[in-house]
């Protein structure tokens, strides 16, 4: 079946270091991209849908400057933490649907858990 | 805007015990439903989903029907498993899988052997 590949699946670094975290479509082309982000013991709340090739869509109160949404092409999309600060320590999820068939769910990634020190 | 409501957790129960956890929805159109399963340290693994009214979605034992007269979609499974320790999160999606998807809360499970 289709699989998402999202690296890393965790990562610990400093105040104001700068993260990337990638999504790929192994097995499909991905037209269309999402991240979420779930805090501790809560539901996924989505951040961005990315369409290749244009400019991400942001959720209300997402800062699109803090959190850059790359999707250059139809199997890969990138999130990076601008800066990042502890308040940005949260597991990161993507999903990625396909053209193709109207009828296909979002495949999700297994997540990145950021740690910022 | 559209919403998720699910029972809240944690749930435990014993194996072969009945599990049913409760989810009801609120959508301007005729959404999608969808049951996911998360375990811990993972992603989402879809469970089961429906796409229209009266449809049953099942999976691994689980069961989840479509019902638009009560905007519900609970989740069942006649008898539990160890191994169906998890968060379980039920969505929704307005055009199948090509718009955002929004969850609900999720729901503990705990299975005691």
């Known amino acids: 079946g289709a699989v998402v590949s999202q690296h890393p699946s965790w990562v610990i670094c400093k105040s104001g270091t700068s993260v990337k975290i990638e999504c790929r479509s192994l097995d499909f082309q991905a037209t269309t991209m999402f991240w979420y982000r779930q805090f501790p013991k809560q539901s996924l709340m989505l951040m961005a849908t990315?369409?290749?090739?244009?400019?991400?869509?942001?959720e209300q109160g997402v800062e699109k400057d803090k959190f850059l949404i790359n999707h250059a092409s139809l199997t890969l999309s990138t999130l990076t933490v601008t800066s990042a600060h502890p308040e940005d320590s949260s597991f990161y999820i993507c999903s990625a649907w396909g053209r193709g068939n109207s009828n296909q769910p979002q495949h999700f990634g297994d997540g990145t858990r950021l740690s910022i020190l | 805007g559209d919403s998720v409501t699910q029972m809240e957790g944690p749930v435990t129960l014993s194996e072969e015990a009945f599990l049913t956890i409760n989810c009801t929805y609120t959508?301007?159109?005729?959404?999608?439903l969808f049951w996911y399963v998360q375990y811990p340290g993972e992603g989402l693994q879809l469970l089961l989903k429906a796409t229209k009214a009266d449809d049953k979605g099942s999976n691994k034992g689980f069961e989840a029907t479509y019902r638009k007269e009560t905007t519900s979609f609970h989740l069942e499974k006649g008898s539990v498993q160890v191994s169906d320790s998890a968060v379980y999160f039920c969505?929704?999606?307005?055009?199948?899988?090509?718009?955002?998807?929004?969850f609900g809360k999720g729901t503990k499970l705990t299975v005691n052997p």
């Open positions: 969505a929704l999606s307005n055009q199948g899988g090509s718009e955002k998807l929004v």
């Open positions: 990315s369409n290749e090739g244009s400019k991400a869509t942001y």
């Open positions: 959508a301007t159109g005729y959404p999608s």
